[in-house]
Each structure stands twice: as structure tokens, then as C-alpha cells.
């Protein structure tokens, strides 16, 4: 991925993306029944602990989550296959495909309470709208090739430091968008929390504001205009 030019809005717009995969996988792990719709390493993780006996977890809703996201990735492919060539157009169906995925998720959990015991119907919905949500979101920001997968922490963390005089590298001009990636999803994290104490669906209004907001920002933004494809 080369570097952001200066005048890039893309890497800020990413930013907030980000953050908002923290909001997400707040909701999903403190409200969902320890489950991850974003970070899928940590579903597969928790099927693995299941299937040798551990305790706590809900592998239906994991299962619920790795098959929303994959049919999410599937469908935003098959957009950016069919979109990628008109760049603003892309992306601005991908953000509004997932903010109204995060909305519908959003009115299925309205009255909704975070797990304390079993999963009910309505947590597998949210569940798995949410998780298609990300889906989309994953696939477009891996077919832009963008400075920052919104995704992938633990691939940003590693560039990061490949990238710094501690690791043996020379520091580039994304390596600010790095360190900015990493805090945002902390931060995203810690709002999320905040918001469950409201309630689900607020959390999860705001990831859908956040995308839409943020994406929304770059396409009107006259650098993107001049971007290739746009």
C-alpha cells in the first residue's frame, strides 16, 4: 500500500471507520454473548474453545457472526467488481449498505438487553445483520488497497513497528495514519461500552452515523474527485 499524499482525506476518513469497528465489536462482545462481528480470528478462536470443551461461550452465535460476515464479503466483492471503476460512487453504495445493515440491526435490538444467559432470536438477527454490515465494509476496504485496513489491527500494529526505527525499518509518511488506526479502534472501543449502558441501539445508530458520516466526508471532499476510477 503506498503512502497517503498529504491532501488525501481517505486515511482520516479511515480513521473513523476504524473506530467505529470498536464500537461494533463492543456491542457484539459485552452485548452479543461474547461474539465478534468485525474480528473474525476471534470467532474461529472461540469455535475451537468450544469444540474442546470450554465453558461460557456461545458457538452458535459465532457460527451466526463467521456466516454473516462471509456473506457480507461475498456481496461487497461482487460490488466492487461491478462498481470499482467509478471510485466515489463505490464506495458511497458500500457505506450506505452498511449503515442501513447497522440500522436494520439497530430496530431488531430496540428493547433488546445484552446477554446475560442464552441467546435469544433477536440477538442472532442483530447478530448477524451486524455482521454482514462488516462484511461489506471488509471487502471494500481490501479491493481499495487502502493505508488502512479497518479490519486487520493486528496487520496495522505489525506495519507499524516493521515501519519504525525499533523494528529495523524507515518510518513513512502513512505511519501517523497507523498509529492514528490503533487508537481509534481502542477509542472506538471505549464508546461502544459507554453506549451499551444507553442501550443497543444506540450503539449501534452511531456505528451506522459513523460509517455513512465518514465515507460520506470523503466523497464530497474535492480530493477525491481527482482520485483514479473517480
Known sequence: MSAPAQS???????????AVTGIVDAVAFLGLGQVFTAFMTGNILFLGFAVAGGEGLTPMGSLTALAGFVGGVVAGSRLGAATAARLRRWLLTSAVIASALLVAAALAAIGLRSV???LV??????????????????ATMWRLGAVLNTTLVTGTLVTWIRHSAVGGGTPDA???????????VFTGAVLG???LKVSLTAA?????AGVLAAIGAYV???ASRRAPGA
Not at 488525501?8 to 476504524?18: E, H, I, Q
Not at 449501534?204 to 451506522?208: E, G, N, P, S, T
Open 8 to 18: 488525501d482525506p481517505l486515511p482520516k476518513a479511515l480513521t473513523v471507520v476504524t
Open 116 to 118: 446475560t444467559g442464552h
Open 121 to 138: 432470536a433477536r440477538h442472532y438477527v442483530v447478530i448477524a445483520l451486524t455482521a454482514l454490515a462488516i462484511g461489506v465494509r471488509s
Open 174 to 184: 502513512a505511519q501517523p495514519y497507523r498509529v492514528a488506526g490503533l487508537v481509534a
Open 193 to 195: 461500552t459507554l453506549l
Open 204 to 208: 449501534l445508530l452511531v456505528a451506522a
Open 220 to 222: 464530497a471532499h474535492p
